[in-house]
């Protein structure tokens, strides 16, 4: 179900007109559908219901402090990759106990205060990790609860640069140091070591690489069961991709991505955590700009936006495709041009050939599949301003996060009196 629709010919969020929204927050900003995220939610813990398994939202794909306290309350954890994300969150009134430290390096004061927060587990990734863990939960005279994460190579399929379960990728603890690393860790006391984690990649379009790394997890819990290691937790990450392109491709449902998982760990004995991040928030977002001009060079048709790739950079990383809708529908004919935003980079364009029917000036865009990875990964490149973030939910909006000001922005700047 679309929770962004056109009615009267205006491209709604829930019950509130975009424009009613732009005139408020002024362009570029993002918007979110607190009945998307709550359904994209609940309809992957369902598939999990009854099993005590934790959902533990991706916080890197959407963290505004709103949107984790919306997806707390409906019960999810999180999964976190710094301090930063700890900090949030805690504040969004997630509880402790709820929270992976998930990433390939954490610092000593990262740690600590995941330790004196009482976080459920440390994913580790590497013997020098475990190491520095250890050394940390030492001085601090308690124990710390990990998973490692290993690396199961197992290839996605995925786009390369966001794949991460293949054997040379950076992630991960490599798969036949596993066993050693974990019995060793069992005997360290200052270690406490409850279970097995991965993560083989993002934006994942098909079930059987979810099922051949859920299976190598399923054996690797029993191969040490069989040292007699004890084993409480399996975490298989996050990974499943969503739809892009409103004609295209159909990722596979979240009911039969539970059921296989379920199908190799229910009678397993573990609490099965997993870690999504673009399948709840992803379409949960757009992200909404302003025609500034159109542009013709030499025959290639540009219309220029407000927004950029400072604001929504995935066009400009990776060359994902984000679909474009006009928010006041038109008659017009439909003509080809490229969207492009304002920043000084020739990668700044968010579409090529979009077929728009009235970009004229002060007009508005809003690009779709936007709310994971979104906010998340802007920047204040050309000083520009971060994007506003709204929350909608059915009548009502409000700004999560507000566009600073130029003097916010340069607030931790200072020249020093001997310049
Ligand atoms: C460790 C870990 N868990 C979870 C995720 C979330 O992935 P996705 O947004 O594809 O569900 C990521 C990002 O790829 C990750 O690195
Ligand atoms: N940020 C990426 C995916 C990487 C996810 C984090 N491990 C994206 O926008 O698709």
Same mark, same amino acid.
Request: glycine letters at 10%; hydrophobic letters at 40%; a negative charge.
């Given at each position: 179900?679309?929770?962004?629709?056109?009615?009267?010919?205006?491209?709604?969020?829930?019950?509130?007109?975009?424009?009613?929204?732009?005139?408020?927050?002024?362009?570029? =900003?993002? #918007?979110?559908?607190? $009945?998307? *995220? +709550?359904?994209?939610?609940? !309809?992957?813990? &369902?598939?999990?219901?009854?099993?005590?398994?934790?959902?533990?939202?991706?916080?890197?794909?959407?963290?505004?402090?709103?949107?984790?306290?919306?997806?707390?309350?409906?019960?999810?954890?999180?999964?976190?990759?710094?301090?930063?994300?700890?900090?949030?969150?805690?504040?969004?009134?997630?509880?402790?106990?709820?929270?992976?430290?998930?990433?390939?390096?954490?610092?000593?004061?990262?740690?600590?205060?995941?330790?004196?927060?009482?976080?459920?587990? =440390?994913? #580790?990734?590497?013997? $020098?990790? *475990? +190491?520095?863990?250890?050394? !940390?939960?030492? &001085?601090?005279?308690?124990?710390?609860?990990?998973?490692?994460?290993?690396?199961?190579?197992?290839?996605?399929?995925?786009?390369?640069?966001?794949?991460?379960?293949?054997?040379?990728?950076?992630?991960?603890?490599?798969?036949?140091?596993?066993?050693?690393?974990?019995?060793?860790?069992?005997?360290?006391?200052?270690?406490?070591?409850?279970?097995?984690?991965?993560?083989?990649?993002?934006?994942?379009?098909?079930?059987?690489?979810?099922?051949?790394?859920?299976?190598?997890?399923?054996?690797?819990?029993?191969?040490?069961?069989?040292?007699?290691?004890?084993?409480?937790?399996?975490?298989?990450?996050?990974?499943?991709?969503?739809?892009?392109?409103?004609?295209?491709?159909?990722?596979?449902?979240?009911?039969?991505?539970?059921?296989?998982?379920?199908?190799?760990?229910?009678?397993?004995?573990?609490?099965?955590?997993?870690?999504?991040?673009?399948?709840?928030?992803?379409?949960?977002?757009?992200?909404?700009?302003?025609?500034?001009?159109?542009?013709?060079?030499?025959?290639?048709?540009?219309?220029?936006?407000?927004?950029?790739?400072?604001?929504?950079?995935?066009?400009?990383?990776?060359?994902?495709?984000?679909?474009?809708?006009?928010?006041?529908?038109?008659?017009?004919?439909?003509?080809?041009?490229?969207?492009?935003?304002?920043?000084?980079?020739?990668?700044?364009?968010?579409?090529?050939?979009?077929?728009?029917?009235?970009?004229?000036?002060?007009?508005?865009?809003?690009?779709?599949?936007?709310?994971?990875?979104?906010?998340?990964?802007?920047?204040?490149?050309?000083?520009?301003?971060?994007?506003?973030?709204?929350?909608?939910?059915?009548?009502?909006?409000?700004?999560?996060?507000?566009?600073?000001?130029?003097?916010?922005?340069?607030?931790?700047?200072?020249?020093?009196?001997?310049?």
């Amino acid at each position: 179900m679309d929770h962004f629709t056109y009615r009267d010919g205006v491209l709604h969020a829930e019950d509130v007109p975009l424009p009613l929204i732009a005139d408020e927050v002024g362009t570029p =900003f993002y #918007v979110y559908a607190a $009945a998307t *995220l +709550r359904r994209h939610y609940r !309809v992957f813990a &369902e598939g999990f219901a009854g099993s005590g398994a934790l959902v533990a939202f991706a916080v890197k794909a959407l963290s505004n402090i709103a949107v984790l306290s919306l997806l707390g309350k409906e019960g999810a954890g999180a999964d976190i990759v710094s301090g930063g994300e700890l900090f949030r969150a805690l504040k969004a009134g997630i509880p402790a106990d709820r929270i992976v430290f998930s990433g390939v390096g954490k610092t000593r004061a990262e740690m600590k205060a995941a330790l004196e927060a009482g976080i459920l587990q =440390f994913n #580790v990734e590497s013997e $020098a990790e *475990l +190491r520095q863990l250890a050394g !940390v939960a030492e &001085e601090m005279d308690v124990a710390a609860p990990l998973a490692l994460r290993v690396n199961p190579d197992v290839d996605a399929g995925t786009d390369t640069r966001i794949s991460t379960g293949r054997k040379n990728d950076k992630f991960g603890i490599p798969w036949d140091e596993a066993v050693r690393l974990y019995t060793e860790a069992a005997a360290h006391p200052s270690l406490a070591p409850r279970g097995i984690a991965m993560h083989i990649g993002s934006q994942i379009t098909s079930l059987m690489p979810f099922e051949k790394a859920a299976g190598r997890g399923r054996d690797l819990v029993t191969a040490l069961r069989g040292k007699g290691c004890e084993v409480a937790s399996l975490d298989l990450g996050g990974g499943l991709g969503i739809p892009y392109r409103q004609d295209g491709e159909v990722p596979p449902l979240p009911s039969d991505y539970a059921a296989i998982i379920r199908r190799l760990t229910d009678d397993l004995g573990v609490q099965v955590i997993m870690e999504p991040g673009r399948l709840i928030a992803g379409n949960a977002g757009l992200f909404v700009t302003e025609v500034l001009l159109q542009k013709d060079q030499d025959g290639t048709q540009y219309v220029i936006v407000d927004g950029g790739m400072n604001d929504l950079m995935r066009p400009a990383l990776y060359g994902s495709h984000h679909d474009v809708q006009e928010v006041a529908q038109s008659d017009a004919e439909p003509k080809s041009c490229h969207i492009a935003g304002p920043v000084c980079e020739s990668t700044d364009v968010f579409l090529r050939d979009a077929a728009l029917r009235d970009p004229k000036e002060g007009a508005l865009l809003a690009f779709r599949g936007a709310g994971a990875y979104g906010a998340t990964q802007s920047s204040q490149y050309n000083t520009r301003p971060l994007a506003p973030e709204v929350l909608v939910d059915g009548e009502r909006f409000a700004i999560i996060r507000k566009r600073p000001s130029y003097e916010d922005m340069l607030s931790g700047e200072a020249v020093p009196s001997w310049l």
